[in-house]
């Protein structure tokens, strides 16, 4: 059974451990202390308690999400551990991630960027009803990224 709870000091030290390979390291956070160093919202106690939640598998940390407001906006984004991605855990979790954004409010757009050469990712977010409505170009430490801007339809 998949479950979101509110994200602890110790599990966002874990997650800022965890390593992806290949193109996916650009989701890497930076180790601990050089992310509070940084200033990254995971390890900010307010910022932490508003905005993200540890995603379980029974007693198994498998992952994270974060739904934060900005621009009259809901946001989700979504970081499974990387030795489990692709294992159908990404698709359970952003099932309930999604459930508990449309409990914030009703009336705010639910959207999320994606790094557009992230299709598994893409392609689990258009099963749960969500279009892509931009693709941009954005600089990010002295290179163009490439993002996809999507929304939640409430079919």
Request: aromatic share 12%; hydrophobic share 35%; charged share 25%.
């Amino acid at each position: 059974m998949i479950e979101l709870k509110r994200m602890t000091e110790n599990e966002a030290i874990n997650i800022c451990d965890w390593q992806y390979e290949g193109e996916f390291k650009v989701y890497n956070f930076p180790k601990w202390d050089e992310a509070v160093e940084k200033g990254y919202g995971i390890t900010k106690d307010n910022k932490r308690n508003l905005e993200f939640l540890s995603i379980y598998s029974g007693s198994q940390l498998i992952g994270y999400g974060r739904i934060s407001l900005n621009n009259n906006q809901i946001v989700l984004g979504i970081g499974i551990k990387p030795e489990l991605c692709s294992k159908g855990y990404g698709n359970k979790a952003f099932k309930l991630l999604i459930e508990k954004a449309r409990t914030k409010s009703s009336k705010e757009n639910i959207v999320l960027l994606v790094r557009s050469f992230n299709e598994r990712a893409i392609k689990c977010y258009k099963n749960n009803n969500f279009i892509i409505i931009n693709k941009f170009q954005y600089e990010m430490h002295g290179e163009s990224v490439s993002f996809t801007k999507m929304l939640y339809v409430n079919r």
